[in-house]
T-cell receptor
Framework: QKEVEQDPGPLSVPEGAIVSLNCTYS??????FMWYRQYSRKGPELLMY????GNKEDGRFTAQVDKSSKYISLFIRDSQPSDSATYLC?????????????FGKGTLLTVNP | DGGITQSPKYLFRKEGQNVTLSCEQN?????MYWYRQDPGQGLRLIYY???????QKGDIAEGYSVSREKKESFPLTVTSAQKNPTAFYLC?????????????FGDGTRLSIL
């Protein structure tokens, strides 16, 4: 079993839809969770950064972490064509090698006008 | 503007040639990282460095070398020993403060074989 599993998609939705992106993980030591957005031919851009379980909201984006289920989600409300990108989840453990990130493979999202 | 600058944007390598990818940051970050991104593979860690003159191998270090002579610079050399170098290479950095800090990325270098 891979440490981090992410559905690669592709995912295509109409403008204005609510988008749900998900990752599961197997390493119970992971405590820090990130979502990055990557446009074509660009580097990943940090969207959300959360610690431990719970929800975090930033504008149209909500990150959710459920450590008991080893499951994280990113919700995008009122999706826009400019949200079309690849979304990468990433996570790390505390202590020791806590500065090393483990990434999912990314989900390609297209928002159609 | 603070950020991470990678150059060149595109690079071509001939058979048997070593090439060096540049990564510079002006964020005063302590740690720097090199990742390789292949289609469908996600990001894989090549090397990382948490302090000047020290670095550690990541998951796929074979065929690569790095140096960290200055805090702001972390160049990656793709040697002729790397038989499949075609990929998108990403440099990242982070501050080593208390608690975990997220990594920030440059815009990458795309390396291809001639």
């Amino acid at each position: 079993q891979k440490e981090v599993e992410q559905d690669p998609g592709p995912l295509s939705v109409p403008e204005g839809a609510i988008v749900s992106l998900n990752c599961t993980y197997s390493n119970s030591a992971f405590q820090y969770f990130m979502w990055y957005r990557q446009y074509s031919r660009k580097g990943p851009e940090l969207l959300m950064y959360t610690y431990s379980s719970g929800n975090k909201e930033d504008g149209r984006f909500t990150a959710q972490v459920d450590k008991s289920s080893k499951y994280i989600s990113l919700f995008i409300r009122d999706s826009q064509p400019s949200d079309s990108a690849t979304y990468l989840c990433a996570m790390s453990a505390s202590g020791g090698s806590n500065y090393k990130l483990t990434f999912g493979k990314g989900t390609l999202l297209t928002v159609n006008p | 503007d603070g950020g991470i600058t990678q150059s060149p944007k595109y690079l071509f390598r001939k058979e048997g040639q070593n090439v060096t990818l540049s990564c510079e940051q002006n964020l005063n970050h302590d740690a720097m990282y090199w990742y390789r991104q292949d289609p469908g593979q996600g990001l894989r860690l090549i090397y990382y460095s948490q302090i000047v003159n020290d670095f550690q191998k990541g998951d796929i270090a074979e065929g690569y070398s790095v140096s960290r002579e200055k805090k702001e610079s972390f160049p990656l050399t793709v040697t002729s020993a790397q038989k499949n170098p075609t990929a998108f290479y990403l440099c990242a950095s982070t501050a080593l403060l208390s608690g975990n800090q997220p990594q920030h990325f440059g815009d990458g270098t795309r390396l291809s074989i001639l």
